[in-house]
């Protein structure tokens, strides 16, 4: 038989290669406002907002003794941290999760914790620098420079410091003389020759938000547009290629058949399909459980006799595909009671049929476990096993050490989440038709 657990083919996610729009500007020429009309205008989850703000840099303690007298320089490029900025960027643009500083003007300090962004589509890069560092310009896909009245944006500047950063009016006025005017001609106006779109009067003018939203309604579409082909072309690639070897069936006993046989007659009870779906779905996880890592282990019986046995090495964790994998909790708490778990909600977009990621929890540390089931209960085309696998990816956990849980599972779809993730292992009691409605979840909570 054919091997083809070690070709591995290229899947990228709808995130991968993120779109990103870098919006400068002077000091409270509207920026921030202009960004969250956009986004607002737009209603859409994966357009995520991200402020230069965030990357100013800890201050030592005489540049933190200056900038509580009024004295520090928060106007130069100086003051931010290009090398951290940069970073995050290029972690976003390859798909990864990139943690993002808290800076706390009230303490002129940043935060010990740090936020977290992961998926978007497109990213609003927004501060008075946004369009001044060249490897920054590089990642940019959009370059918009917001202009506002000199008058207006002192005022507006001096309305957010006195009641969003505790500063006082005589403070304000003396940075704004000090460092934001002459540095706003040194350093920000020049960057508006390199924007592609120049904003007068910021959030009042329609015509560059429509503008602008049209362009980032335009870049999604392709970017579902793609996903979308990508996934037929795994389909047509994996469609008569032989399952693969680490797709664990188990085995048809009688007693698996017969319980699979109450499962799928129709005229079960909702009581009996939920007591013999919890037992098939121990089973599962039992069977998932053979293909984490152990240690052998000695212990003494009850009878004063030697037994050498094996134990899980490290933690294993459970990632549920929200909300038909919640059909398996009993099963795993029944195998593993204290298992950490997350969750991921997934759906398909009515529309387009293309899976969306809406929500995303997982147990803290999940990269450091030595071992993770991804439990979902039908899988029939593989689109969404596919972006809950590459979550987990993403997030740092290897393939490896992933066993996707499932009762259900379409050839199709087998066959391409094995060629994208050839180390992933898939514990499945049946292989079904390749495209099915999803009617576990509706039998097992009645809705």
């Given amino acids: 038989m054919k091997d083809t657990v070690n070709h591995k083919t290229h899947y990228s996610p709808p995130w991968a290669d993120v779109s990103i729009i870098g919006i400068a500007g002077s000091s409270g020429s509207g920026k921030s406002t202009l960004s969250h009309a956009i986004v607002s205008k737009l209603n859409l989850p994966w357009v995520v907002i991200l402020s230069m703000d965030s990357f100013y840099k800890t201050l030592d303690a005489e540049a933190s003794r200056q900038a509580f007298l009024n004295e520090y320089d928060f106007d130069s490029p100086e003051a931010i941290d290009f090398d951290v900025l940069v970073s995050r960027l290029r972690d976003l643009k390859a798909g990864k999760r990139a943690e993002i500083p808290i800076y706390s003007f009230a303490k002129h300090a940043r935060e010990e914790k740090t936020t977290s962004i992961y998926s978007p589509h497109v990213l609003i890069l927004e501060g008075i ?38 500063r006082d009016i005589e403070g304000c006025i003396k940075q704004w003389f000090t460092f934001v005017k002459p540095n706003f001609e040194r350093y920000v106006e020049p960057q508006r020759k390199v924007a592609d779109v120049i904003v007068p009067r910021g959030v009042e003018n329609r015509v560059a938000i429509t503008m602008v939203v ?5 870049t999604l579409t392709e970017k579902s547009k793609s996903h979308r082909a990508e996934l037929k072309k795994l389909g047509q690639i994996a469609e008569d290629d032989p399952i693969s070897r680490n797709v664990l069936l188990l085995v048809q006993t009688p007693q698996l058949r017969g319980m699979s046989t109450i499962i799928q007659d129709i005229d079960t009870s909702t009581e009996d399909f939920i007591f013999y779906f919890d037992r098939l779905t121990t089973l599962l ?8 890592y152990f240690t052998e282990k000695v ?84 689109g969404a096993a596919l972006m809950a696998v590459q979550v987990l990816v993403d997030h740092g956990v290897p393939e490896e050490k992933i066993v996707f849980v499932t009762y259900f599972a379409g050839r199709m779809g087998l066959n391409r989440l094995t060629k994208v993730f050839p180390g992933l292992k898939v514990v499945v009691s049946a292989i079904v038709a390749d495209f099915e409605e999803r009617w576990v979840e509706k039998r097992y909570f009645g809705c």
């Fill in 214 to 218: 049209q362009y980032i309604e335009r």
């Fill in 285 to 292: 996880v039992e069977h998932a459980m053979n293909n984490i």
């Fill in 129 to 166: 620098f946004a369009l001044y560092d060249p490897r920054v310009l590089e990642l940019l896909d959009m370059k918009i420079f917001c202009e506002a009245d000199a008058d207006t944006c002192l005022g507006r500047r001096i309305l957010r410091d006195v009641e969003e950063r505790g």
């Fill in 299 to 382: 212990v003494e019986t009850s009878m004063g006799t030697k037994y050498r046995g094996l134990l899980p090495a490290g933690e294993t964790s459970a990632v549920i595909v929200l909300r038909a994998g919640a059909a398996f909790e009993t099963g795993l708490k029944r195998v593993i009671p204290d298992c950490r778990t997350g969750r991921l909600l997934i759906q398909s977009n009515i529309r387009t049929g293309e899976p969306e990621l809406h929500y995303l929890k997982l147990p803290d540390d999940i990269e450091t476990h030595d071992g993770v089931l991804l439990l979902d209960p039908q899988m029939s085309s593989g």
